[in-house]
């Protein structure tokens, strides 16, 4: 006898969003560069909730940039950066990934905190 799980509906990709990895300013000119990575990094988040809105594509991007400033360590800055969320459904799930990439630099002073660039193009979602 075959024992299969019974049939769920897949999720269906209901909204793509991106921004390409675009160089950021570092805040001041006292601010030394003193290693940086010769290639971007890319680090992938998942988000499961009940219903979407933009503020929580807002803090689901801010919250795995927060996550890729964390697994980047000892890096401390970005010399560029961008992100993709994909915004999937089934019924009344959601679900986000969440892709972040960046150029992680370690530099002589503390960072300014800061949000990802573009963030405000997620308003419309």
Not at 1 to 25: A, D, H, I, L, N
Not at 87 to 92: G, R, T
Request: proline share 6%; net charge positive.
């Amino acid at each position: 006898m075959r024992f299969s799980p019974k049939w769920q509906r897949s999720y269906e990709v209901v909204g793509v969003k991106e921004v390409q990895p675009t160089f950021t300013e570092l805040p001041t000119e006292d601010n030394q560069i003193i290693r940086a990575s010769d290639h971007l990094v890319v680090s992938s988040s998942t988000y499961e909730m009940k219903r979407s809105s933009a503020s929580d594509c807002r803090h689901a991007l801010i919250a795995a940039r927060a996550q890729y400033m964390r697994d980047i360590s000892p890096a401390n800055e970005l010399l560029c950066e961008g992100w993709r969320i994909v915004i999937m459904q089934k019924a009344e799930r959601t679900k986000m990934i969440v892709s972040y990439i960046g150029q992680p630099a370690i530099v002589s002073s503390k960072p300014a905190i800061r949000l990802p660039p573009f963030i405000d193009i997620l308003n419309d979602i």
